[in-house]
């Protein structure tokens, strides 16, 4: 399984960025997809995931209110639009899937917010 992400770049405070992610299988098999940021720091940390059964679950009430967590499942693609960004929201962003026993993670794409 590879998970190829992308959409990050340099945004301004109070833009917004969408991320893709696309899997080389059927997303379709997957029991939890998600987002992570890995920003300075020891710790990967969630931002939104989505169950196979389009359960999603994010970080916290303030993230909910600003991302959406999606998938097209016809194009095997996870995406993450966020609005009202804030240089806090810097960082790599990951996409990782779950499927029984196992995990897959993609490359990360980095999301710089400017002040």
């Known amino acids: 399984v590879q998970l190829q992400a992308s959409g990050g770049g340099l945004v301004q405070t109070g833009g917004s960025r969408r991320l893709s992610c696309t899997a080389s299988?059927?997303?379709?098999?997957?029991?939890?997809m998600a987002w992570y940021r890995e920003a300075p720091g020891p710790e990967r940390e969630l931002v939104a995931q989505?169950?196979?059964?389009?359960?999603?679950?994010y970080a916290n009430p303030v993230m909910k209110a600003r991302a959406t967590i999606s998938r097209d499942i016809a194009v095997n693609t996870l995406y993450l639009q966020v609005n009202s960004l804030n240089p806090e929201d810097s960082g790599v962003y990951y996409c990782?899937?779950?499927?029984?026993?196992?995990?897959?993670w993609g490359q990360g794409t980095l999301v710089t917010v400017s002040s």
């Open positions: 299988v059927n997303i379709s098999t997957m029991d939890v």
């Open positions: 990782g899937a779950r499927r029984h026993d196992r995990i897959f």
């Open positions: 989505i169950t196979s059964t389009g359960t999603t679950v």
